[in-house]
């Protein structure tokens, strides 16, 4: 498998898992308070990659690049999974997925800006596509009940945290390697919800047990698992085209609490998610590039064969 393609199988494991996440946390929401659930989510995690990293016998960075690091891990583990258990709270799954997937729009244009990627035409085509798609799923609404403005501004600041996250983590692994980025980096964000803590033992002791398991599932899955293959896409594609790809992750939301939560999508949730979908599909194709054009100048000279002349007289 050539390094695209891993990239690319890498990405759908990781949309695949955060679409999931949306809908796990709507449940779970039920039982834990957002700190809690971000607390044991993180520290599931932590313990998880800690595992894979021992095995691997990764070291800590250093200097610049651990301060990235910790600085994407409180942000994006961290102040993000926080504030989205406490956006479910007030959203319907589907519709905090497509809040928190406006910032692949942020990073794209920062990508393209400050990170030297460009602005190619397959992916801006692509992420105006998906874009349109997420507006009328935003317009019609996703079918799964009521919303409130705190919701929105919640859903809206944690899309903010996740594209800051992106662009810090894609500068930290110029030199960190992705096992030892999502590792460091979980560890901070759980370090960072430790105050919830205390209040973890009293909630985990009196939710069910499907409660418990769906905590757990956040901790290896959406966050061990998904955030290692994330990171390992990321050190071999642009950021703002691995970020286009997320934009597919409201249609499977929509789809999974759909089937799952009884969230029945409206019309506009089926449109919205066809277009997100074909969206990122355009994004993902690589640029066309210009057929060499042949000049006059760029044509080998026609050599003749020299013949004797004859003489006249």
Not at 42 to 56: E, Y
Not at 59 to 74: E, K
Not at 182 to 196: I, R
Request: hydrophobic fraction near 55%; glycine fraction near 10%.
């Amino acid at each position: 498998m050539d390094a695209s393609t891993a990239a690319v199988a890498a990405a759908v494991v990781t949309m695949l898992l955060w679409a999931s996440s949306f809908v796990v946390i709507r449940f779970t929401g039920t039982y834990f308070s957002p700190g809690v659930m971000a607390f044991c989510r993180l520290f599931v995690g932590t313990l998880a990659l800690a595992v894979v990293a021992v095995r691997h016998r990764s070291r800590l960075p250093r200097g610049r690049s651990l301060a990235l690091v910790l600085i994407y891990g409180v942000l994006w583990f961290g102040a993000y999974t926080v504030l989205l258990n406490w956006a479910e709270r007030h959203l319907d799954a589907g519709t905090a997925s497509l809040l928190v997937n406006f910032a692949p729009i942020i990073v794209a244009v920062a990508a393209g800006l400050f990170l030297g990627e460009g602005f190619p035409r397959p992916l801006i085509v692509g992420m105006t596509t998906a874009f349109v798609g997420v507006v009328v799923i935003a317009v019609g609404g996703s079918g799964g009940g009521t919303n409130d403005l705190l919701g929105i501004s919640l859903g809206l600041v944690t899309a903010l945290l996740y594209a800051a996250g992106v662009l810090t983590q894609k500068a930290a692994l110029r030199s960190v390697d992705s096992l030892t980025a999502t590792w460091v980096g979980c560890a901070a964000g759980m370090l960072a919800t430790v105050p919830f803590a205390p209040s973890s033992i009293g909630e985990l002791a009196h939710a069910p047990a499907s409660a418990v398991v769906g905590v757990i599932y956040l901790g290896v899955g959406p966050t061990a698992i998904a955030f290692t293959t994330w990171a390992f896409a990321l050190t071999r594609t642009d950021a703002g085209k691995l970020a286009a790809t997320s934009l597919a992750v409201p249609a499977l939301a929509i789809l999974l609490s759909w089937l799952t939560l009884g969230e029945v999508p409206t019309i506009y949730g089926f449109v919205g998610g066809t277009l997100c979908l074909g969206g990122v599909a355009m994004s993902r194709r690589p640029p066309r590039t210009a057929a060499p054009v042949v000049t006059d100048h760029d044509t080998d000279p026609v050599v003749r064969p020299l013949t004797p002349s004859r003489d006249l007289t």
